[in-house]
């Protein structure tokens, strides 16, 4: 049977938008990614990937990042989202979830956008108080972009933490009044919260990769 070069797609015209048969242009879609912290160093990409899924959250990718040195995780990631209205719904409703158990932080700013007058650390805290605790024992000074309880491998707090706000304004607020104020018997030490990479001037590159 005698086939000519266009019946073989040979040389012949491409896809329509695609003169010459050049494959068409990929088709490029804004995603909207959120800051997973405080993660398991057991915890891995694909284990996050079937937690979010299975929690109803439409997932465009997830990352969790390593040391390219020691190659364990970094504990901290990425979600990535096709809809910034998904993101804002697992942020809502995901944030201090337990993922093989450690109380996750979410937020829509990676780790480098830290702003330490927005910030505040948190010590002699009860041994019972969680995160989801924490968080709201200081919602009322205003927006909180994070807060993380600092705990040993069992799971058990350390007694302390540190809470992220929207604003310096709201920081100097709790410090103002939580300062020395009585939680379960224990009196909190709420103090300003200055990184130590900041303190030395020095600032790490975060990537955000997709999946």
Do not use: W
């Not at 070069?5 to 242009?25: I, Q, R």
């Not at 040391?67 to 995901?94: D, I, P, T, V």
Request: contains cysteine; neutral net charge.
């Amino acid at each position: 049977m005698n086939m000519g070069a266009g019946a073989m797609g040979l040389g012949g015209p491409g896809p329509a938008g695609a003169p010459g048969g050049a494959p068409p242009a990929k088709r490029e879609f804004p995603v909207h990614s959120l800051y997973i912290g405080n993660l398991s160093p057991k915890t891995f990409d694909l284990d996050l990937y079937k937690f979010f899924k299975a929690g109803g959250y439409a997932i465009a990718g997830v990352k969790v990042m390593f040391s390219k040195e020691s190659r364990q995780s970094r504990g901290y990631g990425y979600l990535n989202f096709y809809a910034a209205e998904e993101a804002e719904r697992c942020l809502a409703g995901m944030n201090n979830a337990v993922i093989d158990g450690k109380q996750i932080v979410l937020s829509k700013k990676k780790d480098k956008d830290f702003d330490s007058k927005a910030n505040v650390l948190v010590k002699n805290l009860p041994k019972e108080m969680d995160q989801n605790a924490l968080k709201k024992l200081f919602d009322e000074f205003g927006t909180i972009k994070s807060a993380k309880l600092e705990v040993f491998a069992s799971g058990e707090s350390r007694g302390f933490g540190y809470v992220q706000f929207e604003t310096p304004e709201s920081a100097q607020a709790a410090i103002a009044k939580l300062h020395a104020s009585e939680q379960g018997g224990s009196k909190l030490d709420v103090l300003p919260h200055v990184k130590k990479d900041e303190r030395e001037d020095v600032g790490e590159n975060y990537t955000n990769l997709f999946v």
